[in-house]
């Protein structure tokens, strides 16, 4: 019934989109399978793969797959040894329409490559013999999902269109226009066709107590105050009071996901969803917890499964749902119980994304398994510490790419963060290469790269 469900909210959304802005010339459709391991063996790491410096291509000594090292000590010429990271959140879209170009934290901005594809290459954007080795932007932001040249970005509390092209930016969202006097505010993103803006703001994370959605065709903003309980000035149908750390609207613009922050009650859902269209919010109550992604109308958390004959517990588990309030606590697990790595154990955690979404069908997420050193004693397991695809069809079919080789013990910007592109064919990930890249003397810990993953897919998808 669910998956049914599913499929009827991507069929409404697939003819919402063939009216919508066309797609960026020279795209391609994302693959709905890839040629890799699929099996559930547990195949524990070889010794690390020794990594020259940037622009370096090795092959994945378990699996086979590309890895190249897309960053090293000397990137940012200003600031040699320094690290490189991609986005805390998968949401931030940073890869561009037609995944020739994406974007990594630096220090003081984010920098911007481009990708040949052919090659598997890449290459600072901006001139390159300037101090910072090339363009760098001050905020991050997410790139246009149907214009490769356009991304967007934070000044204050407004949304600018930056022109990679052209230099040139242009103010398309105003908070203060919404919320006279506003200030603070957090990452904004955009709908699929651009047509809609969101962005959180009035004070900083897990204290915002706005989130507001721009409708660019009708130039009307859209309002949830969740402080108050208030959308477009009217009571919510249920008791909010919480402030917001993270808000982001979906690829068919209608949804926005709230993580919620100060003010949500002990032992409840971190999870709500507002319906743009119809005002409703509703909390994400079953299966809620675990870092997500999501696609059109349909969003996947790393929700754990407890069940089976004993029971267990285990973390490697995802759960799919249709956004809309009045569903979004029917679920459909993605992997079959009977296949979850053994031993089951808590040990690990993930992130994972779906830049590569369809409005058309089902395909898979993508995304990293790590599990902490303090977990050494534990049975290696298959997943762990790998970098795969799930099949978000039905199928329960999982793709194992690679080792991500990035050791975590408690430091956040350790773990393997990661983007795959809107094609479904790179995956971009911060990694330590367990601990073979030196020392950062600005955060004063190990540094951390960004590396990049070819996804191999069949030649007709």
């Not at 693959?31 to 063996?41: G, H, I, K, R």
């Not at 993580?259 to 269209?277: L, Y």
């Not at 999501?294 to 749902?321: K, L, T």
């Not at 790998?386 to 080789?405: C, K």
Request: charged share 20%; with cysteine; proline share 8%.
């Amino acid at each position: 019934m669910l998956l049914k469900r599913l499929m009827t909210v991507l069929f409404g959304l697939a003819v919402l989109a063939a009216v919508a802005v066309a797609a960026a010339p020279g795209t391609e459709p994302a693959p709905v399978t890839y040629n890799a391991v699929t099996d559930m063996q547990p195949r524990p790491k070889p010794p690390v793969p020794t990594m020259g410096l940037s622009g370096t291509v090795i092959h994945d000594p378990t699996f086979g797959t590309r890895i190249l090292r897309v960053t090293d000590w000397q990137t940012q010429p200003n600031y040699p040894d320094a690290s490189f990271r991609t986005p805390s959140g998968s949401f931030v879209n940073n890869w561009n329409a037609d995944s020739t170009m994406f974007w990594v934290h630096g220090r003081g901005g984010i920098l911007l490559f481009r990708l040949d594809p052919e090659r598997m290459a890449v290459s600072r954007v901006g001139d390159t013999n300037n101090p910072n080795g090339g363009l760098i932007l001050p905020e991050p932001g997410p790139f246009s999902y149907r214009r490769p040249n356009i991304i967007y970005q934070r000044s204050g509390v407004k949304v600018q269109e930056y022109d990679i092209n052209t230099n040139q930016a242009t103010t398309v969202f105003d908070a203060a226009a919404v919320v006279p006097g506003a200030q603070g505010s957090y990452t904004p993103s955009v709908s699929d066709d651009d047509s809609r803006i969101c962005m959180a703001f009035g004070d900083k994370q897990d204290t915002h107590p706005y989130v507001a959605v721009l409708d660019r065709n009708t130039g009307r903003y859209h309002l949830l105050d969740t402080m108050r309980s208030r959308v477009d000035g009217r009571p919510t149908r249920i008791q909010l009071g919480f402030g917001i750390h993270s808000a982001y609207i979906d690829r068919s613009g209608r949804y926005v996901v709230i993580g919620k922050g100060v003010g949500r009650k002990p032992n409840t859902s971190e999870w709500a969803v507002w319906d743009v269209d119809t005002g409703e919010v509703a909390e994400i109550t079953n299966r809620w917890s675990g870092h997500d992604a999501s696609g059109f109308g349909v969003r996947v958390n790393e929700s754990g499964y407890v069940g089976g004959n004993p029971q267990f517990y285990e973390e490697v588990q995802y759960a799919i749902r249709p956004l809309d309030p009045a569903h979004v606590s029917e679920i459909r697990f993605l992997i079959d119980p009977a296949n979850l790595p053994t031993p089951h154990l808590p040990i690990t955690g993930g992130h994972f994304s779906w830049n590569n979404a369809r409005p058309d069908v089902l395909v898979p997420i993508v995304g990293s398994h790590y599990r902490e050193r303090k977990h050494a004693d534990k049975p290696w397991r298959a997943l762990d510490d790998e970098i795969i695809a799930v099949a978000t069809d039905g199928s329960g079919t999982v793709w194992r790419f690679a080792h991500h080789r990035s050791i975590t013990d408690g430091n956040f910007w350790d773990t393997p963060r990661g983007n795959v592109s809107q094609n479904g064919r790179w995956y971009l990930f911060t990694s330590n290469w367990e601990r073979k890249l030196g020392w950062d003397p600005y955060e004063k810990h190990g540094r951390q790269d960004i590396f990049l993953v070819e996804l191999p897919a069949p030649v007709n998808r």
